[in-house]
């Protein structure tokens, strides 16, 4: 960062973040309740379809490439805007921007459950991840300018547990709605469960959650946003459809397109921090150590558990052959495991610090190997039940892991930053769940034919390991203390 950058509202890494400005009323506990509601249903929804994907093809004979569009087409469209989200919010008001991105979210969740066809579910699910990309940001960043001290920590540690399971309720709750087939609904109830609870949330939003907004309204940074999205489109749409398709030389010039737009956003975005302009992205918040490398430890951490999640679904439905009840029941477990870590979290941080984050990185990775050897020790037998060890523990390392984090990385964060800041932690969790789907997720479809689906999964399983290392060397290098 170049010396010339100018932010004058960032405080520097030795001082506490700014204090909650005292004309921002103070978030209570049904305040909280609420925006929790709004962040636990865009997360839901990344995963939900998983165990549902089957069930359309046949509904909606969609075909292998637009069934990948129905789940990549919504984790793109999320991760591409979130950043912008976060912004609209600082400049229009946090809880405007969050009553109209529940509202747009129940919308569109009823245009995916009313789809006839599977090109306009694709579409519904694009425009479905646009309103959870204005919704979730304003979450974080409502927290963040609305709270301080105590009650910001723990707000922040609940948000990382709902966070967490969130994901894996997504993939139980689908099973058991397509499953029950509510009033002929089939698959649709996936999507239909949405409005009701979407438009609650908007209407509790109204009435409990406090209005807060940047001193500072910013204009939209559109040469940032259009390259920060044509480098995550160039990056997530081949690999998410590249297999899919059979890699046409369209998917490796867009993925050689990528480092390109990477560049000339970086570039951008730092030229217009140095002329005294608000860019998408200040760079400048990346001068904050405990932003700058807890951003580092949730890269691999939610590629990890990306990647765990859709795999673990394809191994039970197409591998051990479950119907989509069992296949969510069996990661039951892991939620157990991650809740209970997760309500224990905030008092071990309290005692130890981020070296929770380095424990829970070394459990995760036991987990992940007990399940190793369970798979290579006698795969003929392989079941949910013999999973249980394997995945619980697994569940219990990413609970110390995840609850912790987001008070790492927004510790410093000042309020008036607060929508900027979380849509950049936002796109880092959206952006590296969708990575981990794309590269662990099409690794292990494209290993399954050689090597078979104990051997394919058994290889997944260790890089995932060798990620779970890696969390544990990078959190050595967060501030001991959490804020």
Known sequence: MTRQTVLPRIPSPARPAAPVVSATPALGTAGLITVLLGAFLPMLDFFIVNVALPTIDHDLVAGPAVLELVAAGYGIAFAVLLVLGGRLGDAFGRRRLFIGGAVAFALTSLACGAAPTAWTLVAARVAQGASAALLLPQVLATITATTSGRQRARALGVYGAVGGISVVIGQVLGGLLVSADLFGTGWRAV?????????????????????????????????????????????????????????????????????????????????????????????????IPEMRRGLGVAVPYFTGFGGFMFVVALMLQDGL????????????????????????????????????????????????????????????????????????????????????????????????????????????????????????GTLFLGLVPALGMANALALVLGIQTLGSLAICWLSTRLPRSVG
């Open 321 to 440: 052959h479950k119907g989509p009840v069992a296949a969510g029941w069996a990661l039951v477990p892991m939620a157990v495991g991650y809740f209970g870590a997760s309500l224990a979290g905030p008092r071990l941080v309290d005692r130890f610090g981020s070296r929770v984050i380095t424990g829970g990185a070394v459990v995760q990775g036991i987990g992940l190997l007990t399940l190793l050897a369970t798979v290579l020790g006698d795969w003929a037998h392989f079941s949910p039940l013999r999973m249980l060890p394997g995945v619980a523990l697994a569940g219990i390392g990413q609970g110390l892991v995840g609850m912790p984090l987001f008070r790492v990385v927004l510790s410093r964060v000042p309020a008036e930053r607060a929508g900027v800041g979380s849509g950049v932690l936002a796109t880092t969790q959206q952006s590296s769940l969708a990575l981990g789907v794309a590269t662990l």
């Open 191 to 287: 999507f239909l469960l949405n409005v009701p609870f979407a438009l609650l949330t908007a209407a509790l939003a109204s009435r409990y959650v406090p209005e807060s907004r940047a001193e500072r309204a910013a204009g939209v940074d559109l040469p940032g946003t259009l390259l920060l999205s044509a480098a995550l489109l160039s990056l997530f749409v081949p690999l998410m459809e590249g297999r899919a398709v059979g890699w046409p030389a369209w998917t490796w010039a867009s993925l050689a397109a990528f480092p390109a737009f990477a560049a000339a956003f970086l570039a951008v975005e730092r030229r217009a921090e140095r002329a005294g302009r608000l860019p998408l992205v200040p760079l400048s918040l990346l001068r």
